[in-house]
């Protein structure tokens, strides 16, 4: 069983930058994909970013490219989301996802789908004021 516990949110102003951190436990880290989601009120779960077990292969949404940058620290079993040039509209609960194996993100709309994913965090509150 894989568990994930992400950190780092909090309020930040516009144009600024976060890190977010995801931890994770248990079976081989560098195995598995992970990948980055946020949730609006009352909006669904929409995809924003994932990186391949190797960390060779990265992925993002559309809204977020150039924006933020998503890496792994394999011997740290930890990945991490770096946030900037912020926005009102990024704020959001971000999780971190993830699932085992290589190969199934290539496709967008298994990246993209939140039940592709095997694990999720609990998530962390992100707030970029208007």
């Known amino acids: 069983q894989v568990q994930l516990v992400e950190s780092g949110g909090g309020l930040v102003q516009a144009g600024g930058s976060l890190r977010l951190s995801c931890a994770a436990s248990?079976?081989?880290?560098?195995?598995?994909?992970m990948g980055w989601f946020r949730q609006a009120p009352g909006k669904e779960r929409d995809f924003v970013a994932i990186i391949s077990g190797s960390g060779g292969s990265t992925f993002y949404a559309d809204s977020v490219k150039g924006r933020f940058t998503t890496s792994r620290d394999n011997a740290k079993n930890t990945v991490y989301l770096q946030m900037n040039s912020l926005k009102p509209e990024d704020t959001a609960v971000y999780y971190c996802a993830a699932r085992p194996g290589t190969g199934w993100y290539l496709s967008s709309r298994n990246r993209k789908s939140w039940d592709s994913y095997h694990y999720w965090g609990q998530g962390t509150q992100v707030t970029v004021p208007s």
């Open positions: 248990g079976p081989t880290f560098s195995n598995l994909a």
